[in-house]
């Protein structure tokens, strides 16, 4: 898999319609990405990878409060 820089990623709030979240907000090679949480996504599965090496971490959704 080819290397991708991902400096930050957020899960995105819920909505009316989700009880937990659909997404995460990541920035990738300097550009800011709505991922969709779905394994086939291959930005999905680089954060995964990264998540579980260790080196970048997925910060909770800010509250839509």
């Not at 998540?51 to 800010?62: K, N, P, S």
């Amino acid at each position: 898999m080819d290397d991708m820089n991902i400096t930050s990623a957020q899960y995105e709030p819920t909505d009316d319609f989700h009880t937990s979240p659909t997404s995460i907000r990541a920035i990738v090679d300097g550009v800011t990405l709505s991922v969709p949480l779905d394994s086939s996504n291959r930005h999905y599965a680089e954060i995964l990878r990264q998540v579980e090496a260790g080196t970048l971490t997925i910060q909770a959704a800010d509250s839509n409060e």
